[in-house]
């Protein structure tokens, strides 16, 4: 999942459970719509992303770079206080937001097309809440 700064669902892609979260990076990113209201021409992708040490590979980090994005990504076997929680607590307070409704938490829907309708509606629910508080 990519948020932006306030916590509001961008992108989500939907995979089994079984699958490494590293192998959906690239078409997770692909997948960010464009900024729209901006002076000048839309901004297509993220300028810096923030992750945890599950996406320390130095393959990713290279292919980030090529597409024209920052990683601040955690080293593995360092210690703790890098500092990245600040900028990746939107993304896990949206997950635990999305926790709040059950059919999520705890999926038990069989069919992905489903599964994923109820996580749109679920995001749309987020941003609408989020807009009323705001």
Not at 2 to 8: H, V
Not at 27 to 46: F, K
Not at 88 to 111: D, G, S, Y
Request: glycine share 8%; aromatic share 6%; proline share 6%.
């Amino acid at each position: 999942m990519i948020t932006d700064a306030a916590g509001i669902p961008l992108a989500v892609i939907l995979t089994g459970g079984n699958r490494n979260d590293i192998t959906q990076l690239l078409p997770l990113l692909d997948a960010v719509p464009p900024a729209r209201g901006l002076v000048g021409r839309p901004l297509r992708r993220p300028r810096r992303i923030y992750a945890d040490r599950g996406y320390d590979f130095d393959k990713y980090r290279r292919l980030l770079r090529a597409r024209g994005v920052t990683p601040h990504i955690a080293r593995r076997n360092t210690a703790h206080g890098s500092g990245l929680g600040t900028h990746r607590w939107p993304v896990e307070r949206t997950i635990a937001w999305l926790h709040a409704f059950k059919k999520l938490r705890l999926r038990t829907e069989r069919r992905a097309d489903i599964h994923r309708a109820l996580v749109s509606l679920a995001c749309s629910v987020i941003c609408l809440r989020q807009l009323i508080l705001n």
